[in-house]
């Protein structure tokens, strides 16, 4: 196609579901809107495809943890467009240790101190219920943030009120006031590990908190990690969801919303270059289809808009800064997809469960801490870990969709498994640390083992080359407190703009508030460009 190519009002560079969210708030709005997408299909990393005969298995996230506490299912009717969730609970289990039982955390509060008194004892389950009452509000001025553009003024709104602590009695002195909201600012900024040893004595009850609050990537002794274990406590107040029908039926409806408004999503062709032309910006295809609009969102990873802008003729200097400012590490851990004949036998459970057990929870597999710190050692030295840290789901349980009658489809993700190996590779060693993985799970229910029909690895190396995450890092850019927030992924690209390039707009994990299914960096970056005043310009 020769000339600028066919007008837009917007284009968006990347179908995930940041990228789609967006989309679909200009849709939504009346915009001429265009997605294009590298892959077959959209949704990126928040989608589902029939990996063996029958089974539906995710290709990426499967517990939808933040979005429900978001605006976003609500403004978009996603529910007419046929998204159904059904509440993940219990939501989070920790398995049984050879001296207690296991931890069961219900949406249910008091259900799930009862849990912990049986396993800890009465001293921790009340120290449970503290840890809810403070952490709740906290949490929620977190999730609020997260759908704020990231400046300090924003940071500060969010967080308004919470100034008091347990230890800090609340006034109307300024002084005193100030002084509060530096000891919340000071606990916000606290590893993970010294937020549960201050309220927590069982390290079984620690170490299941630790694993939850690493789903981030972080280690829980890293500065900052403390919300993301602070996270549990909103889990009380809305559940992880499991959309029905897959991860992906999230991403579905999103494409039907955005087809339904008018708008066209084009997939197998990737975005190769992003060009200024005028008071409009140009994205080209590989197959050199081209798309000119006033206003671009680039939803895919941060790495990649940048070599996009690279060939657009950008300057060269200023890309080469910014790539040495990002970190992405070196992934964080791999999944295996498992088509089973049966669910898994986990040992001392309570008996007051649900007819599903525990299978509509996060199998949080761990026991004591000291498991996570081994991994993340090893892969900082690039090695497998001695004794990976698994997650479980087994939705089938719930979602009958998902396999056929008889059988079952399970979803084992583990940290941390390195991108770069410092022996061997990962064509040759996948194997070998999925078998890893499984046996960790038979550990605590003895016989899975032998109910594994089907198996389909996903190496770091295999997410980056099916889901386009560079370095194998599921959340684009590392999520430690430098990249957080006003800093990620760089100051200069911080508030989904690109310095020098108006018009041009970021979404996606790379960006505020990072990865996960939040839809957040869409929700933000699509009412950027609704308020631009020359979207038609």
């Known amino acids: 196609m020769s000339g600028h190519g066919e007008r837009r009002d917007a284009v968006i560079v990347g179908a995930g579901h940041n990228g789609l969210i967006a989309a679909a708030y200009l849709a939504q709005a009346g915009r001429d809107v265009e997605v294009l997408e590298r892959d077959e299909i959209p949704g990126g990393a928040v989608s589902t495809v029939e990996r063996f005969p029958g089974h539906r298995i995710d290709r990426g996230s499967s517990a939808h943890l933040m979005i429900r506490h978001s605006p976003v299912l609500d403004d978009l009717d996603l529910a007419a467009h046929g998204l159904r969730y059904v509440d993940c609970d219990p939501w989070a289990f920790v ?24 396993a800890c004892g009465a001293k921790d389950a009340a120290a449970y219920r ?17 759908y704020r553009p990231a400046t300090m003024r924003q940071f500060g709104r969010a967080f308004s009120g919470l100034g008091s602590t347990a230890g800090t009695e609340r006034t109307g002195l300024i002084g005193r006031r100030s002084g509060a909201m530096m000891n919340l600012t000071a606990e916000l900024m606290a590893s993970g590990d010294s937020l549960l040893d201050r309220y927590f004595d069982s390290e079984q009850l620690k170490a299941g908190l630790a694993w939850f609050g690493a789903q981030s990537g972080p280690p829980m002794n890293a500065p900052g990690s403390a919300p993301m274990v602070g996270f549990a406590a909103l889990m009380h107040r809305i559940p992880p969801g499991r959309a029905i029908g897959g991860s992906g039926a999230l991403t579905d409806a999103l494409v039907h919303r955005i087809e339904a408004d008018g708008a066209r999503i084009a997939c197998g062709d990737p975005a190769v270059s992003i060009t200024r032309c005028g008071n409009h910006w140009r ?22 808009t940048l070599d996009m802008l690279a060939a657009g003729g950008f300057d060269a200097g200023t890309l080469d ?43 949080l597999l761990v026991t004591d801490r000291a498991h996570l710190v081994g991994a993340h050692a090893a892969a900082a030295v690039g090695a497998l870990p001695p004794r990976p840290a698994v997650v479980a789901m087994s939705f089938s349980a719930i979602d009958p969709t998902l396999a056929p009658e008889g059988r079952h489809a399970i979803n084992l993700w583990a940290q941390w498994h390195p991108y770069r190996l410092a022996e061997g590779d990962w064509s040759t060693l996948g194997a070998q640390a999925a ?103």
Request: include cysteine.
């Open 95 to 118: 398995p049984a240790t050879a001296t207690a039982p296991a931890i069961v955390f219900r949406t249910d509060l008091e259900a799930t101190c009862a849990s912990i008194e049986r």
């Open 130 to 146: 503290q840890f809810v009452e403070t952490w709740t509000p906290r949490s929620a001025a977190v999730m609020d943030a997260f």
């Open 283 to 304: 994205v080209q295809t590989a197959s050199g289809e081209r798309r000119c609009a006033p206003t671009v969102i680039s939803a895919c990873h941060v790495l990649t």
């Open 321 to 363: 800064r910014w790539r040495r400012d990002i970190v992405v590490g070196s992934g964080i851990g791999m999944a295996v997809r498992l088509g089973t004949t049966a669910l898994p036998a986990y040992r001392d459970l309570p008996d007051d469960l649900p007819a599903h057990g525990v299978h509509s929870a996060l199998g």
């Open 435 to 537: 078998a890893a993985v499984c046996a960790e799970v038979d550990r605590h229910a003895p016989g899975f083992a032998e109910s594994i029909a089907h198996r389909h690895v996903q190496t770091p190396e295999d997410l980056e080359s099916e889901l386009g995450l560079i370095g194998g890092n599921i959340m684009h850019v590392e999520m430690s407190i430098d990249q957080m927030f006003m800093w990620r992924p760089t100051p200069d690209l911080a508030g989904h703009r690109v310095p020098g390039a108006d018009g041009l707009l970021l979404a996606g994990a790379s960006t505020h508030p990072g990865g996960g299914v939040t839809g957040a960096s869409g929700y933000i970056a699509g009412h950027a460009a609704l308020r631009r005043r020359r979207l038609f310009g």
